[in-house]
């Protein structure tokens, strides 16, 4: 039985590396129960992959880019994905008719890191793994605005996410969804020089 991946893709500077370690404690209980359900197993493991590259990621289940703030997003900047991103992330699928992305059979998540403070400024990680696991749900299940009536991580704004949304990723697990693998090559194209 192979593995789930979730490849998680830092663009740039944006997550310090033990913010990334420990936004990936956060979310590897949440995939584990998308795994296992009621005792049946999906996959042998889940595994985080906190350093994918584009040629690594070619296997990967799930691949979600973070980039500082949607004035970075490479889903916006590519060719192939257009569309205006609202909120802490943002997500394209093929079964999103209106937008061109269809045409390429990928799916595109990415999470914005500066739309996660806390009231002190500093990084609320649990609020970006809600993000983050909202992200995976509209990748994963190919669902649009209709995931957001579906309760908890799936609301928008979300919140921890309940059993229903374990249940509801299990179902799906199973289904590969082609990721979209550009993104480090249109960050490189749009990201501001450091020295400007
Ligand atoms: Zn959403």
Known sequence: MPSYTVSLAVLGECLRSEHLRALAAILQPWFDSCNVQRGVSRYAHVLLDLNPTEGTS???????????????????????????????????????STHPAVSTGNAASEVYVSA?????????????????????????????????SRGGAAASPGTHPTVENFRLMHASL???????????????????????
């Open 116 to 148: 996660h403070p806390r009231e002190d400024g500093s990084l609320d990680l649990q609020d970006m793994a809600i993000t983050v696991f909202h992200e995976a749900m509209h990748n994963q299940l190919y669902m649009a605005e209709n995931l957001h």
């Open 174 to 196: 199973a289904t590969r969804r082609p990721q979209w693998r550009d993104g480090w090559t249109w960050y490189e194209r749009i990201r501001i020089p450091s020295d400007f």
């Open 58 to 96: 070619a296997n990967s289940s799930l691949l979600i880019y973070f980039m500082t703030s949607r004035e970075e997003s490479v889903i916006v900047h590519s060719t192939n994905f257009r569309g205006i991103p609202e909120g802490k992330g943002y997500t394209l699928h093929p079964a999103v």
